[in-house]
């Protein structure tokens, strides 16, 4: 009995230094989280639009409000380029609500966005040329989930909290004046009664693949307002004081003398500007001017630097609808 015992106790102790001896060690599983999110749809970090148009030129002005992340200016025109894309959902009910737009109470800063679009029409390569589907899909957008398309009267007084504005507000305007806005924008506006801004350029009215008088006070009767855009579309920082005086005050004026309407509210054409289009606008008594500076127009704002959301067309309708 004890030599079995004893050679138990030995093949034991043999065991253990084999073992040991061969390192034997528990084998440890990586393990993977798979409940990284991952989007599916990346928002584009290129806000440079793919235009058949000259590079803006940037001039020096003061005291300018920086885009995100802020920049030091020794002061400039700003221009900010706008947004890059991907396709279009088939359907706008594919998309999520966004959460509501919560404005402060009047003693608050009013924030409102305000969506620039160009050519609506069918362009391939072209992001400022808007196929009239996605527009119809991001006016029903609009219209299911609560938005307020405004007036740009009602506009300023909301901005000024002379006042209150509703949940979800929305400013539309159209930039140029191309006939695609009468024939294509209008009619769709017009199912949801949404009125727009369009800002135009007096010297190009009747030219071709643009709207002439008789069809901006259709629009004007519709619920759209005119407004300039200088008025041969310039690059205004390369004009003298003198040029830029009358680019701007000749296509005010003309839009007062066809539609009978005032017009003082300005787009900068290209979004370029400098000190001079800014004293100038001052002195002649212009309220409000709008760039092409990315975000939400604030009652905070320069009234001369306001921003704007570019409509980038190959932007998905889910894309479109957080840039609100």
Not at 264 to 274: A, K, L
Not at 311 to 318: A, F, R, Y
């Amino acid at each position: 009995m004890k030599s079995k015992l004893s050679a138990a106790f030995t093949i034991i102790i043999i065991l253990s230094i084999c073992l040991l001896t061969l390192g034997c060690k528990p084998q440890i599983r990586e393990v993977v989280d798979t409940e990284a999110e991952v989007s599916i749809y990346p928002l584009p970090i290129n806000f440079e639009p793919h235009v058949n148009i000259p590079e803006p030129k940037v001039e020096e002005v003061a005291a300018i409000p920086a885009f995100t992340p802020s920049p030091t200016p020794t002061a400039s025109l700003i221009v900010s380029p706008t947004a890059s894309p991907t396709a279009l959902p088939a359907s706008s009910h594919s998309v999520p609500a966004p959460i509501a737009s919560v404005l402060p109470d009047q003693s608050g800063e009013v924030s409102i966005p305000v969506l620039n679009y160009h050519s609506i029409g069918v362009t391939q390569g072209n992001t400022l040329v808007l196929d009239p589907k996605k527009l119809t899909q991001q006016m029903e957008y609009l219209a299911e989930q609560g938005y307020s398309p405004l007036t740009l009267s009602d506009f300023i007084l909301m901005l000024e909290k002379k006042k209150p504005a509703p949940a979800k507000p929305v400013l539309l305007t159209f930039d140029d004046g191309y006939i695609d806005n009468y024939e294509q924008a209008m009619p769709i506006l017009k199912r949801h009664g949404f009125p727009a801004t369009i800002f135009i350029s007096p010297g190009t009215i009747g030219q071709e693949g643009k709207v002439n008088w008789m069809q901006l006070k259709e629009m004007h009767e519709a619920g759209w307002d005119i407004q300039p855009h200088g008025m041969t579309h310039p690059h205004l920082p390369e004009l003298t004081a003198a040029e830029q005086k009358g680019e701007i005050t000749q296509s005010r004026r003309q839009i007062e003398q066809q539609l009978g309407t005032k017009a003082d509210i300005f787009c900068y054409p290209y979004g370029e500007f400098n000190k001079q289009t800014l004293a100038i606008l001052k002195e002649e008594g212009f309220r409000y001017a709008f760039t092409i500076r990315q975000g939400r127009t604030t009652s905070s704002q320069d009234p001369f630097h306001l921003k704007r959301i570019y409509v980038n067309s190959e932007d998905s309708l889910l894309q479109w609808s957080k840039k609100l």
